[in-house]
């Protein structure tokens, strides 16, 4: 057996024990599956919390909170509770409007505590804020977008495997792997970037009340503590997550340390797991390479 028939055997291989091992998560997860949502605190006004965690790459879970949110009479005010380095744009963009959303048709006030950190994707979620909280030591800002990629066509030939594409258009292809990219693309990927972020400008500079000029000197990915970013226009304040509890008590009439509401989803970290596999083997090329992903921030 040659060496390259050695090295298609292995990736078959890996492929039919990525197989098993879905079916076999698969069978787990019948067993111990994903609950309904439940509430805490559910009685009387209070102010709801949600959490924005980790790596912003979808939206949808986040999304229903706000709706719950949203339409409970009896949720006052909204607490959102950032500890995330940012993530993919859409995502993103798409809580953000929502929670804009949620204030503009209810008037419920929404609060923003920082963790440790709330950058990029996490710093554009919270500008949807009527007031924004930070720790004097969480990392904010890095206001900015980057589109990025793997490359591993040299890689490829070194152990002689080709790729053969046959396209619709020109750059139905773009950012392939299995190819290094063109000065025309290059073009083109960074049009689309230098567009994305001038929509992130726009939101900080509307909601934050920076000019344009403002909020362009602090973007070009720099990562402030929060002290800094409160001397900058970027949050208002320093404070703690019960020091933004007490703010929004206060704008909805509460008072201080008021009753809080979570929507907590139960669910097994064996979903979580085959969620991604699934996502993965749905990719031929998944094994040798990441999913290419528009990012905010990583």
């Given amino acids: 057996m040659t060496r390259n028939q050695k090295w298609l055997l292995a990736i078959v291989l890996a492929f039919f024990a990525l197989g098993a091992g879905v079916f076999f998560l698969t069978v787990l997860i019948s067993l111990f599956?994903?609950?309904n949502m439940d509430l805490t605190d559910s009685f009387g006004q209070r102010v709801g919390v949600i959490e924005v965690q980790?790596?912003?790459e979808e939206s949808e879970s986040i999304l229903r909170q706000i709706k719950s949110m949203r339409d409970d009479s009896q949720v006052k005010a909204l607490v959102v509770r950032i500890n995330s380095p940012g993530g993919a744009v859409a995502p993103s963009q798409e809580i953000y409007a929502a929670l804009v959303k949620l204030r503009e048709v209810t008037k419920k006030p929404v609060v923003v505590s920082m963790s440790s950190i709330a950058a990029s994707?996490?710093?554009?979620?919270a500008c949807a804020a009527d007031s924004i909280l930070a720790a004097p030591g969480t990392l904010t800002g890095s206001i900015?977008?980057?589109?990025?990629?793997?490359?591993?066509?040299?890689?490829?030939?070194?152990?002689?495997?080709?790729?053969?594409?046959v396209k619709s258009a020109e750059h139905k292809d773009i950012g392939s792997p299995f190819r290094p990219l063109t000065d025309?693309?290059?073009?083109?990927?960074?049009?689309m970037v230098d567009d994305v972020f001038d929509q992130f400008v726009e939101v900080v500079g509307g909601q934050r009340h920076l000019s344009r000029d403002s909020v362009l000197a602090v973007a070009d990915g720099r990562i402030f503590s929060g002290r800094q970013a409160v001397k900058?226009?970027?949050v208002d304040r320093t404070g703690d997550y019960q020091d933004a509890l007490d703010v929004a008590g206060r704008l909805c009439g509460l008072g201080e340390d008021p009753r809080v509401m979570r929507i907590r989803k139960k669910r097994s970290p064996l979903l979580d797991l085959l969620d991604e596999t699934t996502?993965?083997?749905?990719?031929?090329?998944?094994?040798?390479?990441?999913?290419r992903?528009?990012?905010l921030f990583r």
């Fill in 33 to 35: 599956g994903e609950s």
């Fill in 293 to 295: 992903l528009l990012y």
């Fill in 144 to 165: 900015g977008v980057l589109i990025e990629f793997p490359e591993i066509h040299e890689v490829l030939r070194k152990v002689g495997i080709g790729f053969e594409v």
């Fill in 232 to 234: 900058l226009g970027l």
């Fill in 121 to 125: 994707g996490g710093y554009y979620v």
């Fill in 54 to 56: 980790g790596v912003i």
């Fill in 279 to 291: 996502a993965r083997l749905k990719d031929p090329t998944a094994v040798l390479a990441s999913p």
């Fill in 184 to 191: 025309k693309e290059r073009a083109l990927l960074q049009e």
